[in-house]
């Protein structure tokens, strides 16, 4: 028999860590090679960890709750040793960890795999969670450095300037007035208005996801000045040929064709006519990407959102963005999106249409610059041209609005990059075939 140690994954690029929600397995249990073992969550989603061997779950090493660093130890599990007995692959497993037996004890150069789950409600970024566990400082300590940040939050400078005045095994006293001041004073935190509550209300805590999706926002707006142009857009083509195609498009691919996708098409022609909307800011540097891929805004049963990405959504014609958008769709309301499926997306689409709204100025998804809602398709009365001269008409309606990033994207180019939408999607060929 073997012993090999089962490590945290890497989900993704820059995912440094993993939170464990639920172990599937228990102690003592057998698994197969690539059969699920625990679900953790990351700040992108919550996934399921496949055992890389078969065999018996020996010892969990990891609580559920605990933030593990990618590439820690969480198991050990006993499988058949090889013909000839070697254990190399148990060896291997554990030369990264080898100053530790337990991932919750910090190592010999005070470095800690693991940090015990915050007891209170205040939020720490992954980059300062990494440093506390590179310079071994427990949960309970960091609890009790100074916050500059918005709402008491640790900033990368407190938990950097804390190390440099860091006591021998305890918390840092706090500045006196004769230490030298911050270069730059400290932003203050937006003042929170007092909530009055009566016995007859709700309280409900928000879950992980809402709170991120909170953080991420508030975020967003402090980051970009957003801006929002707004088209009406004739889409009378677009539903004609739909309603032409979609019966036999069900019939011979099993699955149906929604207007996302041809949005999505005439959305990433645009795009391409406009590359400068397919951009990131780096600082004082605009990082122009190469790969157009398109975040699908998801709701979820929940009522929270997600956004899995196209990726290189102009390679594909429209029967293959139909069927990626109906997998990410799928894989997003059952839980089963990967990593990689939030990860790299560089313009995103929300269809606000599906709730019943005719518009709506959605936020942008950092570090992106651009976002397009899609509000419903209505029939209105329109002016039209004929040969005969100016008729009118009922048409199907629909409103994009498209916000972006004003520090690089002028109104002039946001404002003809959903022009440019509208413009294909009115000229919808009605005799494209699929």
């Known amino acids: 028999m073997a012993l090999v140690e089962m490590v945290m994954p890497k989900m993704g690029e820059s995912i440094m860590e993993g939170t464990v929600l639920t172990w599937l397995k228990q102690e003592g249990d057998t698994i197969e090679a690539d059969e699920s073992v625990l679900e953790v969550a990351t700040d992108k989603v919550d996934t399921e960890v496949p055992a890389i061997h078969a065999g018996v779950l020996k010892e969990i090493l990891v609580k559920e709750g605990d933030v593990v660093a990618v590439g820690a130890p969480i198991a050990r599990i006993e499988t058949e040793a090889s013909a000839g007995g070697d254990t190399t692959p148990a060896v291997e497993a554990t030369k990264a960890t080898t100053a530790s037996e337990k991932p919750a004890e910090a190592t010999s150069n005070n470095q800690a795999v693991v940090l015990e ?137 099993g699955e149906p064709i929604t207007f996302t996708p041809i949005f999505i098409e005439a959305i990433v022609k645009a795009i391409k006519d406009y590359p400068m909307i397919n951009i990131q800011v780096d600082g004082s540097r605009i990082i122009k990407k190469k790969d157009i891929n398109i975040g699908l805004a998801v709701a979820l049963p929940s009522g929270n959102l997600i956004v899995p990405v196209i990726h290189r959504a102009d390679q594909y014609n429209l029967t293959g963005l139909t069927k990626k958008v109906n997998a990410l769709a799928k894989k997003a309301r059952e839980n089963k999106l990967t990593p990689d499926d939030l990860q790299g997306g560089t313009f995103t689409v929300s269809n606000v249409g599906s709730f019943g709204n005719v518009m709506g100025t959605p936020i942008i998804m950092q570090p992106q610059v651009a976002i397009m809602a899609l509000g419903a398709v209505v029939k209105k009365p329109a002016v039209i041209e004929t040969p005969s001269g100016d008729a009118i008409a009922i048409r199907h309606k629909m409103f994009l609005s498209h916000s972006y990033d004003h520090r690089v994207v002028d109104g002039s180019l946001g404002g003809m990059v959903v022009r440019r939408v509208a413009d294909y999607l009115e000229k919808f060929d009605l005799k494209q075939t699929l």
């Open 117 to 253: 789950k915050p007891s209170g409600d205040r939020f720490y970024s992954p980059l300062v969670m990494n440093i506390a566990r590179e310079e071994g400082i427990s949960m309970s300590e960091l609890e009790r450095v100074p916050g500059t940040g918005r709402e008491d939050r640790v900033t990368k400078k407190d938990i950097l300037a804390y190390v440099k005045n860091r006591p021998q095994g305890g918390v840092a006293a706090a500045p006196t007035q004769t230490q030298t001041a911050p270069s730059a004073p400290a932003q203050s935190a937006p003042k929170q208005m007092p909530v009055s509550i009566s016995g007859e209300d709700e309280i409900i805590e928000m879950d992980r996801m809402r709170k991120m999706i909170a953080e991420r926002m508030v975020d967003s707006k402090r980051i970009s000045p957003h801006v929002t142009s707004f088209v009406e857009a004739d889409v009378s083509n677009v539903v004609a040929w739909r309603n032409k195609v979609k019966n036999g498009f069900m019939e011979r691919e």
